[in-house]
């Protein structure tokens, strides 16, 4: 029997309370949560983690701005549990002139070989993983393609910083590429000077990926040189392990625009070192897609795309012409994305052995509802949708919560997060899986990711959620997956609505790219590239097989394509739209302009 008990009402709360916080607002046992936001008093971003932990109670977050000095103004988040935010990030760095190399974005480090000369192609990789060193990243004459590399720091009350590899050190690991030793010892060197990185030990005491294993942000760095001039310059800047392992983009909301002004000022700080003036072109890659929520922005995504525009706007007006690539995402077949219509609920499907939670978000006007929940034994519950936290229960005992604010225009969030339906612990909360039922006429819904991100325990796997309707149409009469959406009032799973939320930022500055496959003479959007709604800005379409030599080719709508991953000379096979970004940023870079609708060979 599912039941419903209004808990209170926060005036405020972290963008992402739930399901960040559902294990606190529940009462189970659950590693302290850390909290990355702005302070009051300078602007710094920095992170947190409370004394004590958590405690999700009115009193306790209204007064949670106050005693961290936070700007409750600004975007804040909770940041996952896996995330090291110790103080102590080990002993000082010291390069082999025995000079000490750690710098800032603020302090200039000057390239090793580089001389002032004809302006490069300046590229830098926003990524996880990215093994510089590897002898492929080099050119013809032997010249290393990264000039330089960088990536943000975390530290316990301590402002995010963004920290750069200077020269000699820089130099030093490229030198020793091509080795299994040298390899490893890179990796072990960078897991001191870029602690938050994905090469220092993480879950476990084990790196997130391992030396033999394939990182995103080695396959990127490939694929845009692929594509990339001659003179093209790369920038590897390491984004935090614990940005990449929270899969909802929790995090990385909050990281967002960190990530781009760093960037900038790495390679910045780079020019001016090498007495290079005037406007110059920076592409920028993010091949990261955060699905879930309303791609106009509505909810907390709101303030992280006003503030991503506004950086951008900035950076532009400060002489550096950036262009920020973005991938649109793979779910347009994840059945995540629905209208609820007034004739019948929403299916919403949680599978056995799952081993995360699972979140609906609902954008709907104010005054509308109310919302009823139906559990897969039939029975249910009616909530008002109005401003509220509280606490779902099956035959007495916890499964979930429902959390309701209000945003802008006249509008309302409500996010229904669910309880895993497996554990492996006793007495931690659980939800029935099966079909659960939404009724709320007139909301817009999405699935957010997996709220657990991977984990390193593959017996206790996060399996995604799913919304049905009796109209939806997984494939075509031929058997082929459906692109569009066949219509009817029946109809409340759509693929339209599915790309990733970054993309409905509206700014000239950034480039929005799905993923394409040549049907003979005609270029085909793949069956799961990220669709957008009509009225929000439309992709270029990539072939993935652009640049690839006849080994590295992908075949077919699903096909992938071969790229390195790693620093030795392996390849994956990798596919998806944030490969066509990154082939995308190599185009950019060489100066062809970015027309959105369009297609490419």
Not at 281 to 296: D, E, H, R, S, V
Request: aromatic content about 4%; overall charge neutral; charged content about 20%.
């Amino acid at each position: 029997m599912l039941s419903y008990t209004h808990a209170f009402s926060p005036d405020w709360a972290p963008d992402n309370l739930l399901p960040a916080a559902l294990p606190e607002f529940l009462g189970d046992a659950a590693p302290p949560l850390p909290v990355l936001f702005r302070r009051a008093d300078d602007g710094a971003l920095t992170l947190a983690r409370p004394e004590g932990g958590i405690a999700v109670s009115s009193k306790s977050l209204a007064g949670l701005c106050a005693a961290l000095g936070a700007d409750a103004r600004a975007s804040v988040v909770f940041g996952p549990r896996t995330i090291d935010a110790g103080g102590d990030q080990g002993p000082d760095l010291l390069s082999e002139g025995g000079a000490s190399e750690r710098g800032t974005h603020g302090k200039p480090q000057t390239a090793h070989g580089t001389a002032p000369g004809a302006d490069p192609a300046e590229i830098a990789v926003i990524d996880a993983g990215i093994a510089f060193w590897n002898p492929a990243f080099r050119d013809g004459s032997g010249r290393a393609r990264f000039a330089s590399c960088g990536g943000l720091v975390l530290r316990s009350g301590a402002e995010v910083s963004h920290e750069v590899l200077g020269s000699q050190s820089l130099a030093a690991l490229q030198s020793r590429g091509g080795t299994r030793a040298g390899d490893r010892a890179n990796r072990a060197r960078l897991a001191l000077e870029l602690p938050s990185s994905v090469f220092a030990a993480g879950r476990g005491g084990r790196p997130l990926f391992g030396a033999d294993a394939q990182a995103h942000g080695t396959a990127m760095a490939d694929m845009v040189l692929s594509t990339a001039p001659r003179n093209a310059r790369l920038h590897a800047v390491e984004l935090p392990a614990a940005a990449v392992t929270d899969i909802t983009g929790g995090l990385m909301r909050g990281l967002l625009v960190p990530a781009v002004r760093g960037a900038v000022g790495q390679v910045d700080a780079l020019r001016r070192a090498e007495g290079r003036s005037g406007r110059y072109a920076l592409t920028l890659l993010l091949a990261f897609g955060f699905y879930g929520g309303p791609g106009g922005g509505a909810d907390g995504s709101a303030k992280v795309l006003d503030q991503l525009r506004g950086a951008l706007t900035e950076i532009r007006s400060q002489g550096v012409d950036v262009t920020l690539v973005l991938p649109m995402g793979n779910h347009r077949q994840a059945q995540g994305h629905a209208i609820l219509g007034a004739d019948e609920p929403l299916g919403w499907r949680l599978v056995p052995d799952d081993h995360s939670p699972n979140t609906a978000e609902l954008i709907h006007p104010a005054g509308g509802g109310p919302l009823t929940l139906t559990a897969p034994d039939g029975s249910s519950v009616t909530v008002p949708v109005s401003q509220g936290l509280g606490r779902l229960e099956v035959n007495g005992r916890a499964a979930g919560a429902i959390w309701t604010r209000s945003l802008h225009g006249g509008l309302m969030c409500t996010r229904v997060t669910l309880c895993a339906t497996a554990a492996r612990k006793a007495r931690v909360a659980r939800a029935p899986f099966g079909l659960w039922q939404i009724s709320l006429p007139g909301a817009e819904a999405w699935i957010l990711r997996d709220e657990t991100g991977f984990e390193p325990d593959p017996a206790a796997p996060a399996r995604g959620s799913r919304f049905e309707s009796r109209g939806y149409r997984p494939r075509d009469r031929l058997g082929l997956f459906e692109l569009g959406d066949p219509g009817g009032a029946s109809v409340q799973v759509l693929r339209a609505g599915t790309a990733s939320m970054l993309t409905v930022a509206e700014t000239a500055a950034i480039a929005r790219v799905g993923a394409g496959w040549r049907d003979g003479a005609t270029l085909r959007e793949a069956p799961y590239s990220g669709g957008a709604k009509p009225q929000n800005p439309q992709p270029v379409l990539v072939d993935l097989a652009t640049g690839a030599g006849l080994a590295e080719r992908p075949i077919g709508p699903f096909g992938a394509r071969a790229a390195l991953g790693n620093g030795g000379a392996q390849r994956f096979r990798i596919a998806g739209t944030s490969v066509a970004a990154a082939l995308r940023a190599g185009i950019v870079a060489g100066g062809v302009p970015d027309q959105a609708g369009s297609a490419l060979a």
